[in-house]
């Protein structure tokens, strides 16, 4: 059974940085798309940003794109996202995801993926 634990969410100031994690276990991954979403309240859930297990490729949206960056470590299997220049609007609750990775591309719809985490709290204070 796939289980995800995020950790490393908090309370930080903008313009301040934090790491989460993503600590997979009870399954292969090598076949699969790794996904970080967001949700904020009173909003659909978002794609921030994936990475394909096996090459290490990556896909991020727009609004994070040069200040989050996802990567993951094989041995340990754990997949991280680091964040930096954080502002008020990135504040939501984070989520670690799993796909198999069916498509050529990383997919960013939440409905493709199969685990989930449940979730780490990130605020940003302006």
């Known amino acids: 059974q796939v289980q995800l634990v995020e950790s490393g969410g908090g309370l930080v100031e903008a313009g301040g940085s934090l790491r989460l994690s993503c600590a997979a276990s009870?399954?292969?991954?090598?076949?699969?798309?790794m996904g970080w979403f967001r949700q904020a309240p009173g909003k659909e859930r978002e794609f921030v940003a994936g990475?394909?297990?096996?090459?290490?490729?990556?896909r991020s949206a727009d609004s994070v794109r040069g200040r989050f960056t996802i990567f993951r470590d094989v041995a340990k299997n754990t997949v991280f996202l680091q964040m930096s220049s954080l502002r008020p609007e990135d504040t939501a609750i984070y989520f670690c995801?799993?796909?198999?990775?069916?498509?050529?591309?990383?997919?960013?719809?939440?409905?493709?993926?199969?685990?989930w985490g449940q979730g780490t709290q990130v605020t940003v204070s302006s």
């Open positions: 009870g399954h292969t991954f090598s076949m699969y798309d």
């Open positions: 990475i394909r297990w096996t090459l290490g490729t990556i």
């Open positions: 995801a799993a796909s198999l990775a069916r498509t050529a591309v990383i997919t960013i719809r939440s409905e493709d993926y199969d685990h």
